[in-house]
């Protein structure tokens, strides 16, 4: 698995990191900005991510809008070998998924910080993703 963390607390950065890692490759970004590029680029490099984690509140551009751009941006490639990225959207509003119905179809998972570790792993695996045996 290649896994997109993108988070702008360092605490919760280092948190998603250490759960995801058993799983393969970790790539983290601090801001939606940041998300896209690196998500862009790993589908011109024909490394695509498998599954990105991102925060909904963050500075310069928020999960919501990076997440929707990341969407048009599988649609104008025309998705990379048929299958779109898996996003579990981490967030502190209780109210995302009545606030921002979009959000719930443009994701697998929406988890509630602060993030428990046995959930996000329940959640990983539910996607199909299992740790790496060289782990």
Request: net charge negative.
């Amino acid at each position: 698995m290649k896994a997109l963390i993108v988070e702008d607390e360092l605490t919760s950065r280092i948190i998603l990191q250490k759960i995801l890692s058993p799983y393969g490759e970790v790539h983290l970004c601090l801001d939606g900005n940041e998300a896209i590029d690196a998500f862009s680029s790993a589908i011109d490099q024909g490394a695509p991510f498998d599954l990105i984690c991102m925060d909904f509140i963050m500075p310069k551009l928020d999960g919501h809008t990076a997440l929707t751009r990341i969407r048009e941006i599988e649609k104008e490639k025309g998705g990379y070998l048929g299958k779109r990225v898996m996003v579990i959207m981490t967030t502190g509003l209780s109210n995302i998924e009545t606030e921002y119905a979009d959000i719930t179809a443009m994701c697998e998972a929406i988890l509630h910080k602060p993030i428990r570790k046995y959930l996000l792993i329940e959640t990983i695996e539910k996607l199909g993703f299992s740790q790496n045996s060289n782990s």
